[in-house]
């Protein structure tokens, strides 16, 4: 079975900008969390989505959004870029929102 | 969800168990631990997780002190591949929204 799968892998933007990062999840898997690391540090939450709603939200400005498709997907959205937005994120999954999560490897973004 | 404190970073001998400790004197009665790992310029993945009792599976044993205020994660027979930052979370599967809170984790390195 495939596993969390995102894309795309790399990406680079500049400030200002906006990009569009997606998720599929294990199939099966219903819900969708999403997770920001920059350099040194661990993980931080940003979003998670169950059945399509959103469950739970962390300390991020309004410039981070996220969807869950009907097929379970997702898109994290970042606007107007910041340098401080580059990090690698992460999208996991799992069956339901109090499971443990499978994470995918991430889609590392640049911001110049 | 209860803070955790884990070492910076530790070494082990190819071969040798790899004990890796964590505090979290604040945990409450529903909370449970989860350990994670993460292989550099990968996705986190599982280990394993527990309440109160020992837990034991493939990949690793957890064991809990009796007052809950601590734990170690053991690797009993290290690899090379076990290099890999470990994170000690705990959290309440049930209550509220499902953010896994990342420390900074131990830096494991397996020497050959």
């Known amino acids: 079975d495939a596993g969390v799968t995102q894309s795309p892998t790399h990406l680079i933007k500049t400030r200002g900008q906006q990009v569009t990062l997606r998720c599929s999840p294990i199939?099966?898997?219903?819900?969708v969390s999403w997770y920001q690391q920059v350099l040194g540090q661990g993980p931080q939450f940003i979003f998670q989505y169950y059945e399509k709603e959103e469950r739970g939200r962390g300390n991020f400005p309004d410039r981070f959004s996220a969807r869950q498709f009907p097929n379970y997907s997702s898109e994290l959205n970042v606007n107007a870029l910041l340098l401080g937005d580059s990090a690698l994120y992460l999208c996991?999954?799992?069956?339901?929102?109090?499971?443990?999560?499978?994470f995918g490897a991430g889609s590392r973004l640049t911001v110049l | 969800d209860a803070k955790t404190t884990q070492p910076t970073s530790m070494d082990c001998a190819e071969g040798r168990a790899a004990n890796l400790p964590c505090n979290h004197s604040?945990?409450?009665?529903?909370?449970?631990v989860y350990w994670y790992r993460q292989i550099h310029s990968q996705g986190p993945q599982y280990i394993i997780h527990?309440?109160?009792n020992n837990e034991t599976n493939e990949m690793a044993s957890l064991i809990i002190t009796e007052d809950r205020k601590s734990s170690t994660l053991i690797l009993p027979h290290a690899t090379l591949r076990d290099t890999a930052v470990y994170y000690c979370i705990v959290k309440n599967p049930v209550a509220g929204t499902y953010k896994y809170i990342f420390g900074t984790g131990t830096r494991l390195k397996v020497l050959a």
């Open positions: 996991a999954s799992s069956l339901g929102g109090a499971n443990v999560l499978t």
């Open positions: 527990g309440l109160k």
């Open positions: 604040t945990i409450s009665g529903n909370e449970y």
């Open positions: 199939s099966g898997h219903k819900s």
